[in-house]
């Protein structure tokens, strides 16, 4: 691997390490990745083999167990993904967007180190063994169905991965996994979803949540199979199966095992869960339970938040469509109780992808331009920090926030969902 920096004071700075040097092993095992680094540089006393030009050199080192050298590398290779699911989104992005977004990730490592959602097909013995050898745990899978026959007409993979055995190898070896179901109608529902819930229960305890999310359709899908919508009728039909499929699997404890995202609840007009039903939140980034974990954050921290407005202040908040009835009967009425301040809410519909894409992380620049220009927008608007990619930089259609500005007229500023991070905008620009 090869270093790119060296933090000053740190032990790679005493050892005169450079930026530009390979690390070739620890210990006389290749280091391939930062995981195999984190995972031989722990012991107490180490052999370092660097590669620096052609000459090679070996440093014997004392250390203390947790001093990682203060070394930074470059970024990982990313493994691609076997599949060419019918339902990705990768291929529902219309032509002339950046590089990135065409590309499927399907490493196993970015699963562990992020929680990427990942699926088992490119994964063989050796990585499988790696990954109890080094405890990558946990691990996020998509699983999406069991059936063999099934996987493969929906994966377009071509022959059987033998999911459960790796699923049987990884849980009896204490990795635990969360994973996930991308719900297509017509598709794996029904006698096939009951089947996959089942398989999965055969984990326990190793399989920690299964969510199940409803399928994202955008209108760029020309060539690619058909899949019917998640709409009103099909989520208020599916929720109370859903429930029954939590009620007959759960693990011996009574501890849930399903999960829905929020978004059943939201498109099927219905009230969202308390906060006991998502257990943990350890799949809140997945979309369930984001709504309940925003609002108990915001109550927890909105007590301990300096409110008061100096002077009066009129902005405006956007946000997808998904969670416009939740912000127009609760939080828009909220903040408008707060004295000296006035929001108006405005919801953006998402032209970029189809109005199915209401999730305000998938929004465009260019749709929230078009249409909050020539609006009187006030001091500025507001966004979630979704609507930005994961650099923190530019939205999907690469705007960047000083573009969406000058062409808005007022500064559009992103916060986090932290009361703090909104009042800190507010009272600074």
């Given at each position: 691997m ?13 050892l005169?390490?450079?930026p ?7 210990d006389?095992?290749?280091v391939r ?17 660097i ?8 440093y014997n ?6 001093d990682?050298l203060?070394?930074?590398?470059e970024d990982?290779?990313i ?11 990768v ?12 590309f ?5 490592r ?36 069991t ?7 929906m ?13 049987e ?11 996930q179901?991308?719900l ?22 190793g ?17 690619l199979?058909f ?6 009728a099909y989520?208020r ?26 978004e059943?609840?939201?498109?099927a ?7 006991g ?21 915001w ?24 969670i ?19 929001v ?7 032209k970029?992808y ?9 929004l465009?620049?260019?749709?929230i ?21 994961e ?6 259609d ?8 000058d062409?808005?007229?007022?500064p ?8 703090v ?9």
């Open positions: 090869k270093i790119i920096a060296i933090e000053p004071n740190s032990t790679g700075a005493e005169e390490l450079q530009g040097d390979n690390l070739k092993a620890i006389g095992k290749k990745d930062i995981i195999d680094y984190r995972f031989r540089i722990t012991a107490e006393e180490v052999v370092l083999r590669d620096r030009g052609d000459e090679v050199i070996e080192l004392e250390k203390e167990y947790d990682d203060g070394l930074s590398f990982l290779k493994r691609k993904c076997a599949n060419d699911c019918i339902f990705c989104f291929d529902q992005n219309p032509k002339g967007m950046r590089a990135a977004l065409y499927r990730d399907g490493d196993y970015l699963s562990f180190l992020h929680g990427h959602f990942v699926t088992l097909t490119n994964m063989g013995k050796q990585e499988l063994q790696r990954v109890v050898e080094q405890r990558m745990t946990p691990l996020y899978i998509s699983v999406h169905v059936d063999p026959a099934k996987r493969k007409e994966f377009l993979y071509g022959k059987d991965d033998k999911l459960l055995d790796k699923l190898y990884l849980t009896s070896n204490g990795i635990d996994l969360h994973t179901i991308v297509c109608p017509g598709w794996n529902d029904g006698e096939f979803l009951e089947r996959t819930v089942a398989d999965l229960h055969r984990f326990l305890p399989i920690l949540s299964l969510a199940i999310v409803p399928v994202g359709l955008t209108k760029h899908r020309d060539g199979p899949i019917p919508a998640v709409d009103e989520a039909e599916f929720i109370p199966l859903a429930y029954d499929l939590d009620q007959l699997y759960r693990d011996p404890e009574g501890e849930r095992l399903v999960f829905l995202s929020d059943w609840f939201i498109r007009g219905v009230k969202l869960p308390d906060s039903y998502y257990g943990d939140f350890s799949q809140v980034e997945n979309g369930v339970g984001q709504v309940r974990y925003f609002f108990n954050q109550s927890d921290e909105i007590r301990q938040v300096d409110t008061y407005l100096r002077r009066p202040i009129r902005i405006t908040i956007g946000s997808g469509r998904l416009e009835p939740i912000f127009r009967d609760q939080f828009i009425p909220e903040l408008n109780l707060i004295e000296n301040l006035t108006e809410y405005i919801p953006i519909v998402n970029f189809g109005d199915s894409v209401q999730v305000t992380g998938l465009t620049g260019q749709d331009v078009a249409q909050l220009k020539d609006r009187d927008l006030g001091k500025m608007v507001i966004f979630s920090e979704r609507i930005l990619s650099t923190g930089v530019v939205t999907l690469d705007l960047d926030l000083v573009t969406m500005s062409q808005l007229g007022v559009v500023k992103v916060v986090g969902d932290s009361p991070e909104f009042f800190e905008v507010l009272r600074n620009g």
